[in-house]
């Protein structure tokens, strides 16, 4: 099959060449931007069995005016003293502006604007201290979409615009709240991911003129890579036009990254088998098709393995993996389609022009004229050597050298903390810290619950439930305090006691008062009940309730309250008859939609990997034929999987001076799907020249053989992948950071260790015997600089005399 693929490209490249370009044209015309089409917004994406988003829906029915998508904060301080009247008056200027902005700019999708004049809201939008005031402004559009980015910096130049033209002794203003870190990240990761481009395709370059100095070689895998990159990311910008699509912003850094590096390692191994077969003494066309047909198989597989692996993550509950993992799968897929075809096509039209300024490889014919086979001497014919002359003592020290980084990467634990994504200097977070000391800490996500029953909650019963349900969420430890219809201001309004001597002064005051309070009480009831009483579509009556936590709603202390308080109305909703129907209680916010996603990822990292071992163990089955050794396989890149974890979290004192407490979510979940699939690719394609090799030489040559002959190759492609992946630490954003560098290390490690010493060690003592044909002893070809040896078969010495 493969051969015959090997004929058509070398007979056809003009074609080829001429297929690739008309697809990646029609592609850019017919798909849409992008940008246009990207959503990440973790809520959206929830399973609808997760409390989260069954409030999110009940909110979007009962509370339309408060469903946002995200929220910008503006944060105004005074930080060693209180606002004065002047700054009031910036706020109200400030209002007017984003007010102006959002009638003239409505593709922004600004919403509701909210300050201190705004009723009960306004109340909560002023510090106790008087010293900072809040402006919060609600936008229709996820906090890391495109769109958000916009709103922001729109209305970031409004409120710069209006502080420059305010004059002197200004308060400080900071941009803050989700959708102020949605721009951080976006902005920051935005800029940055043209120079993460920039420096993988900069250091492809550098890698292939160091392997092959030759540029117009080098360059061949560059441009085959390039053109999947664009073929690729339009034609998963097309699918999105089929319903049910959607695409995810990590889906296009991922898909680049994983091009370039896994895409150069496939074209290096092609074009490594291209230079042995022409030196062979095969011409242009024989060699490509030659080798196509040697490598063809492997590179399908160890492809094939990566995809499966990340293909599999369609079985995740969460949507956004969901989607993420099947596309970067396609995109790889495209790139092997064009490491098969458009990179011989190039080779053959450039012939041996390719090779400039050297010359083009040939055979090497050995004096006796006898039939040879020829390979480069060099470091991993001396690695080779060392680790087949004593497997067991290379196995052991490889083992050592690994257990303590795996000892680390099991016990580390992860954060779903979104806040740890922004550098630490950005305007968002140190927003975030003022607001966090000037107000209570989960004053910036309350917990909101609503209750929907068929009830009417404005009712004597129904106020004096909500009333029972308030004091009682109050009373939970670590609750600062609870707003809801009964006490919307997060208290309980006092009540005029008169005494029992009527003709009392105070009781004739309090008397004269009584219609005033009854009055201020009612306007404050009419004021509330539309935030927090509304109707869903069904027709049930829905109550809002609003916990403020004492701890950050980002930390694990504010899940624990979380959870109390889900257990809390788990036990007291039975014993709440509202006019005897059910009532449906759901928690939404920060804290909730954190604390949903960690289940729901938890659960989707079990599923997806245990899958993804399943499916790439059964395929070193398929191709070994060895269970102990397929078993063997699978454990060498999960001790790389854990030690990458483990070196990333002590890396942690490179940026953070101290080791990580713990990693983003997505780190775990990504590194095993790639890692664990890219480092089997790298056994595959050991393992495959291993066995062909031992048809012809043995078990322990054969695989001495396979590591010479693969070392430099897979070398070059570990190089190259884990620079590729290096680089999303330029990107600027936490997770990347953590993601690139462990991606990077496990990588490394797998090149470095796992496939020069564990693999081989392990095989040469598990393959002990002999198989014919034996060798004989292998002497140095005469006059060609030790470069080059020459093997000759000889099946009449005994094989220990060969080896």
């Known amino acids: 099959m493969f051969q015959g693929l090997g004929r058509i490209t070398a007979k056809y490249p003009w074609t080829i060449c001429a297929v690739w370009l008309i697809l990646g044209i029609g592609l850019t015309v017919a798909a849409p931007r992008w940008e246009a089409l990207t959503e990440d917004d973790d809520v959206r994406f929830l399973p609808e069995r997760f409390t989260s988003v069954r409030a999110y829906h009940l909110l979007e029915e009962a509370f339309p005016q408060e469903v946002f998508a995200c929220r910008l904060v503006f944060v105004i301080e005074r930080p060693h003293r209180s606002l004065t009247e002047r700054d009031f008056q910036l706020v109200d200027t400030l209002v ?56 922001v910096a729109e209305a970031r130049k409004v409120v710069q615009r209006r502080l420059a033209a305010w004059g002197e002794d200004v308060p400080t203003v900071y941009a803050t709240g989700s959708a102020g870190i949605g721009y951080d990240l976006t902005h920051s990761c ?35 890579i390039a053109g999947s990159v664009w073929v690729a990311l339009d034609m998963l910008a097309l699918l999105t036009l089929v319903p049910g699509v959607h695409l995810v912003n990590i889906s296009k850094i991922f898909a680049i990254v994983i091009l370039y590096g896994a895409g150069t390692d496939y074209c290096l191994f092609l074009v490594s088998r291209y230079r042995e077969e022409l030196e062979a003494g095969h011409d242009v066309e024989t060699a490509l098709c030659r080798a196509i047909g040697g490598v063809g198989e492997a590179l399908t597989a160890s492809a094939g393995t990566v995809m499966v692996g990340l293909g599999l993550m369609a079985l995740a509950e969460f949507a956004k993996v969901r989607y993420a993992g099947p596309a970067i799968a396609l995109a790889l897929g495209v790139a092997l389609v064009a490491s098969l075809t458009l990179t011989p096509a190039l080779l053959r039209l450039f012939g041996p022009r390719a090779f400039w300024p050297g010359a083009a490889p040939g055979t090497i014919v050995p004096r006796s004229g006898r039939r040879c086979v020829t390979f480069r001497l060099g470091f991993w014919d001396w690695i080779s050597r060392r680790v087949a002359s004593r497997p067991a003592t290379v196995w052991a020290v490889s083992v050592v050298v690994l257990i303590p980084l795996v000892i680390v990467g099991l016990g580390t634990p992860v954060s779903y903390r979104a806040t740890n994504e922004v550098p630490p200097d950005s305007e968002s977070l140190r927003g975030l810290a003022v607001v966090q000391r000037h107000f209570s800490p989960g004053a910036v996500g309350p917990v909101t619950i609503l209750l929907a029953a ?350």
Not at 190 to 219: H, K, S
Request: hydrophobic content about 45%; charged content about 20%.
């Open 96 to 151: 007017a502006d984003l007010s102006e902005l959002r009638r003239n700019s409505p593709g922004l999708k600004i919403g509701k604007i909210d300050s201190y004049q705004d009723g009960l809201v306004g109340v909560r939008l002023v510090s106790p201290d008087m010293r900072c005031t809040l402006i919060q402004v609600s936008l229709g559009t996820p906090y890391l979409a495109f769109g958000t980015h916009d709103a």
């Open 190 to 224: 935005g800029t940055r991911l043209d120079d993460t481009t920039w420096a993988t395709v900069l250091l492809v370059i550098v890698v292939l003129l160091a392997v092959y100095r030759a540029p117009l070689l080098a360059l061949i895998p560059l441009a085959t």
């Open 454 to 803: 068929d009830a009417d909650w404005t009712s004597d019963e129904g106020r004096r439930q909500l009333s029972h349900l308030s004091r009682g969420l109050a009373r939970l430890p670590k609750v600062t305090e609870v707003r809801s219809l009964t006490q919307p201001l997060g208290f309980d309004l006092p009540e005029l006691e008169f005494d029992a001597d009527q003709e009392s002064l105070r009781s004739q005051w309090l008397a004269a008062l009584k219609p005033l309070v009854d009055w201020a009480y009612e306007r404050v009831d009419v004021a509330a009940r539309p935030y927090y009483v509304g109707q869903a579509r069904d027709g049930r009556s829905v109550a809002r309730l609003d916990v403020v936590l004492s701890a950050d709603p980002f930390t694990a202390e504010a899940v624990d309250t979380l959870q109390t308080i889900q257990t809390y109305l788990a036990k007291e909703m039975p014993r709440v008859p509202v006019l005897a129907t059910p009532i449906q209680a759901e928690c939404y916010g920060i804290t909730a939609c954190a604390h949903d996603l960690a289940t729901v990822t938890d659960g989707d990292r079990r599923r997806v990997n245990s899958c993804v071992l399943a499916a790439i163990l059964l395929i070193l089955l398929v191709l070994v034929r060895r269970l102990t050794l397929s078993l063997y396989l699978l454990v060498t890149v999960l001790a790389s999987y854990y030690a990458a974890l483990g070196a990333t979290v002590l890396a942690g004192v490179l940026w953070n001076g101290a080791p990580l407490a713990s990693l983003d979510w997505r780190v775990p979940f990504f590194l095993f799907t790639i890692l664990v699939a890219v480092g089997e690719d790298y056994n595959i394609l050991l393992v495959s020249r291993a066995l062909e090799e031992r048809r012809r030489h043995g078990s322990i040559e054969g695989m001495r053989r396979a590591v010479a002959t693969t070392g430099g190759a897979i070398t070059s492609c570990g190089l190259i992948m884990a620079g590729t992946f290096a680089t999303l630490m330029l990107a600027g954003y936490g997770t990347l950071m953590q993601i690139g560098f462990a991606l990077a290390c496990g990588v490394l490690i797998d090149t470095f260790i796992v496939r020069p010493f564990l693999v081989p060690a392990f095989a040469m003592l598990y393959w002990h015997e002999p198989t014919e044909p034996e060798l004989t002893k292998a002497r140095p070809v005469e006059g060609d600089g030790s470069r080059h040896e020459v093997l000759k078969f000889d099946k009449h010495l005994p094989y220990r005399q060969a080896a």
